[in-house]
């Protein structure tokens, strides 16, 4: 269930005679003028709530018959309110949408025909930069200086400056050996 | 006289108002709010036609005859719209609008039918 399947079905709940309408369907389907009788409220008003119900994914509704039958949508019920909370948000999906269009925009700004045009003086940008710059370096792999600096040098002319904010962003690492990428 | 059918009529508008309003208050508290909003749709219709009336017995100049016809136009011209409403609503098989459209409805024939009574000395 996602976080707006939820809201809607919590907010479809909170009413008293909707709640009495899925405790009727619990014990069996019925139809309008059955619950009508049955809870008290007119048959247009219990269409009204079925309505609602239906929306939020609460009941669902056959024929049979002559008549329109509504049943509750157990499933829908079996599922724990842990569950729901354990659900990705929503939002959390939009968040990384925009992050994405975010650092996109960055690339796109800093880059040309795969370029570096130029260092960028935010933190946060020059990360995205560093991060792109990484991919050419392959994983499990050790560099000399001097092979490091060659692969920087075809996106900036100061790979010195590249090569020591790659450490510092902990996208490269070194000992006596030489350089490696390191795995996020 | 027709100042005694117009202060009956008046009265017969603040009743209904104070009773929806109370119902709703009810259905509120009762955690019925959807319901509670119906009441409200009825309060709606009844002040809009206390409005009507006014509006009435502004235009009659004290003439009953243009004042009766006037207020009789207006329930059949106004809800003439949520007729229209309530049929499409049907046809899309949409229950929550359709509930809202009944009420309105509902309400004015309600109206229509006490403005009669009121009007023809009947209460």
Redesign the interface.
């Known amino acids: 269930m996602t976080e707006s399947e939820a809201i809607r079905l919590f907010k479809c709940l909170?009413?008293?005679?909707r709640l009495q309408i899925l405790k009727s369907l619990a014990i069996e389907d019925m139809y309008v003028e059955r619950l009508a009788e049955r809870l008290g409220?007119t048959a247009?008003?219990v269409?009204?709530?079925?309505?609602?119900l239906a929306d939020a994914g609460a009941v669902t509704s056959y024929k049979s018959q002559y008549y329109m039958m509504y049943s509750l949508k157990k499933d829908v019920f079996r599922t724990s309110i842990l569950d729901i909370l354990q659900e990705e948000s929503d939002e959390a999906r939009l968040q990384a949408q925009r992050d994405a269009e975010y650092r996109q925009k960055v690339i796109d700004a800093f880059f040309e025909y795969g370029k570096l045009k130029s260092i960028p003086a935010q933190r946060k940008k020059e990360r995205i930069v560093l991060e792109v710059i990484a991919q050419a370096f392959e994983y499990d792999h050790v560099y000399t200086e001097r092979e490091v600096n060659i692969i920087i040098a075809d996106f900036h002319d100061d790979f010195c400056t590249i090569r020591r904010d790659m450490i510092g962003e902990q996208l490269l690492d070194r000992d006596s050996k030489g350089y490696w990428r390191v795995k996020l | 006289m027709i100042e005694q059918k117009v202060t009956k009529l008046n009265c017969y508008f603040e009743e209904q108002i104070a009773m929806c309003e109370q119902r709703g208050k009810e259905l509120i508290a009762d955690e019925r709010s959807d319901e509670a909003s119906f009441e409200k749709v009825k309060v709606n219709v009844h002040e809009i036609f206390r409005t009507v009336l006014a509006a009435a017995v502004k235009n009659c100049k004290g003439d009953p005859n243009a004042l009766r016809s006037f207020f009789v136009q207006k329930t059949e011209q106004i809800p003439s719209n949520w007729a229209i409403a309530y049929d499409k609503a049907k046809q899309h098989n949409d229950a929550v609008k359709m509930q809202i459209e009944e009420i309105k409805l509902n309400t004015i024939n309600n109206i229509k039918e006490n403005f009669a009574k009121i009007w023809e000395g009947a209460e």
């Open positions: 909170s009413d008293k005679s409220i247009p008003t269409s009204f709530h079925l309505k609602k």
